[in-house]
């Protein structure tokens, strides 16, 4: 047998050798990779879960849960309840892996600034600047400065989540009952009304038969409604 006919013989050899070779390898690796990822379990979300309900999840699932001592502040999650969580939801990880957990302590405390006194901007602009979340409840009465904080909860120097104020808007506003004017003349009833502090306004109406001309034939707010002297009243007369 020639030379160049072995050696092209042998070549053959080692390039299917080779090429059987590589594609072992390949199917070696894709093997293993499913066969390591058919043994994973996915993380499942635990936010908002209280330990024994994350615990019993986790378990189920042949993972392990470590809830860490040392509980973080928020104002979104429940205190007692899971706020963070390593590895995160979704995650693939074998059976047995731990899950570390933490707690949620509620929302920070913060020491409340003394606001009784000042004015509702003020106060609302110190608490945006302090961080602290608020309620305004409200009342009406000549004894204190309008829009003035009138009390706080809780007082100042304690630590809480948020405060409470208590806003005087002022005097209640006067209202009057509107009186019935239709049939009246117009423009004594615009004199009148004016001269009480009301906005009036008249406008000209069609004729009526028998009707002089000037007679209040509708009004606006109606007769028995309840008037401010910022109200608009609204009167319309024949012609």
Do not use: C, H
């Not at 070779?21 to 066969?35: K, P, Y």
């Not at 993380?43 to 392990?64: F, H, I, N, Q, W």
């Not at 999650?77 to 707690?103: F, M, S, Y």
Request: hydrophobic content about 40%.
């Amino acid at each position: 047998m020639k030379l160049g006919t072995r050696v092209w013989g042998i070549g053959k050899i080692l390039f299917l050798v080779g090429a059987w070779g590589v594609t072992f390898l390949v199917f070696f690796f894709i093997s293993m990779r499913v066969a390591m990822r058919a043994g994973q379990v996915q993380v499942p979300d635990l936010t908002g879960r209280t330990v024994s309900d994350a615990s019993k999840l986790t378990a189920d699932l042949e993972l392990r849960l470590l809830a860490e001592e040392k509980p973080r502040p928020s104002d979104k999650v429940k205190v007692g309840t899971i706020l963070q969580q390593d590895p995160p939801p979704g995650a693939e990880v074998r059976p047995q892996r731990t899950i570390r957990v933490w707690l949620s302590s509620g929302a920070p405390l913060i020491q409340a600034p003394a606001l009784v006194g000042q004015t509702d901007r003020t106060a609302r602009m110190r608490i945006e600047q302090d961080g602290l979340a608020t309620t305004v409840s409200e009342f009406r009465s000549g004894d204190y400065q309008t829009d003035a904080i009138v009390a706080q909860t809780p007082p100042p120097s304690e630590r809480a989540p948020k405060v409470a104020l208590l806003v005087n808007r002022g005097e209640p506003d006067v209202t009057y009952v509107m009186p019935d004017v239709v049939g009246m003349d117009g423009g004594r009833v615009e004199t009148v009304l004016r001269g009480r502090g009301f906005r009036v306004s008249t406008s000209g109406s069609q004729s009526y038969q028998g009707l002089p001309a000037g007679i209040v034939v509708r009004q606006q707010p109606a007769a028995g409604a309840r008037v401010g002297s910022a109200d608009a009243i609204s009167l319309e007369v024949s012609r």
